[in-house]
C-alpha cells in the first residue's frame, strides 16, 4: 500500500506539472479540485449513499478540434478517489472501502458565457487499497474478492464557474463492469453474465481553475 501511494503522488506531481504547462498555452486551461463522495456499491443488499469519501486531484482540457470558438472540449484528469458502501442488516454491519487512482477523459460543451461546463466520459480506475469489516473485524477474502480495475465507469460532470477561478464540482458516476469476481448474490448490468457488484458515486467539490 505505501508503494502504491508513493506512486499515486508521483504520478500527480507530474500530472500537475504538465497541467500547470499546459495551462500557459492558450489552447489549454488546467484546474486542481477537492471534494466528497457519497457512494453506495449495486448488489451489497442496500440501496443508500451511506459511504462518504475524500476526492482530490488535477485535470486539464483543451480545444475539441483547430477552432477555438467551438464550445466542445476534451478534459482529461488525475484523481484519487474513496468509494465504498455501508450495510446494516439486523445488527449486522459491513464497512466496505475502495481507494481508487482514476482517469477521467471527458467530452464537454460550454455554455453560459464559458461559465458552465456540462461533460460526459468514463473514468477507468485502479484499485489501490480495498478494506471490508464485518462488524469491526476485517474480512480479507472479501477484500480479495474486488477486481484491480474498474475499466468502465460512466461519468456526467457538471462545473460552474462562480468566479473567474474558482468553481463547484457536481458528478454522478456508476460502474458498467463488475467490480467483483461472478458471484450469485450479486446483480447485473448490461447483460446478465455481467454478474456481480457495481460502484455507484455522486461527489460533490471545489475547483480552482487556471
Given at each position: ?18 497541467c500547470t504547462t499546459a495551462s500557459a498555452q492558450q489552447r489549454f486551461d488546467a484546474s ?153 448474490t450479486g446483480t447485473y448490468r448490461i447483460f446478465q453474465d455481467n454478474i456481480g457488484a ?13
Amino acid at each position: 500500500m505505501k508503494k502504491q501511494t508513493k506512486y499515486f503522488l508521483v504520478a500527480l506531481l507530474i500530472a500537475s506539472a504538465a497541467c500547470t504547462t499546459a495551462s500557459a498555452q492558450q489552447r489549454f486551461d488546467a484546474s486542481v479540485f477537492a471534494g466528497l463522495n457519497f457512494s453506495q456499491i449495486d448488489g451489497d443488499g442496500d440501496g443508500s449513499y451511506n459511504r462518504m469519501g475524500l476526492r482530490g486531484g488535477v485535470g486539464t482540457s483543451f480545444f475539441f478540434g483547430w477552432d477555438e470558438r467551438t464550445p466542445w472540449r476534451m478534459v482529461v484528469e488525475l484523481a484519487f478517489t474513496q468509494k465504498g458502501s455501508t450495510v446494516d442488516v439486523n445488527g449486522w454491519e459491513r464497512r466496505i472501502g475502495l481507494n481508487y487512482v482514476e482517469m477521467p477523459v471527458m467530452m464537454s460543451y460550454t455554455l453560459l458565457n464559458k461559465r458552465l461546463r456540462l461533460g460526459v466520459g468514463v473514468a477507468p480506475a485502479v484499485l489501490v487499497g480495498a478494506s471490508v469489516l464485518d462488524n469491526g473485524v476485517d474480512n480479507p477474502t472479501q477484500e480479495a474478492n474486488y477486481k484491480r480495475f474498474d475499466w468502465l465507469p460512466v461519468l456526467f460532470s457538471a462545473r460552474y464557474l462562480f468566479t473567474d477561478n474558482l468553481a463547484i464540482d457536481v458528478r454522478f458516476s456508476t460502474s458498467m463492469l463488475s467490480i467483483t469476481e461472478q458471484n450469485a448474490t450479486g446483480t447485473y448490468r448490461i447483460f446478465q453474465d455481467n454478474i456481480g457488484a457495481f460502484n455507484r458515486n455522486i461527489s460533490l467539490g471545489l475547483a480552482y481553475c487556471f
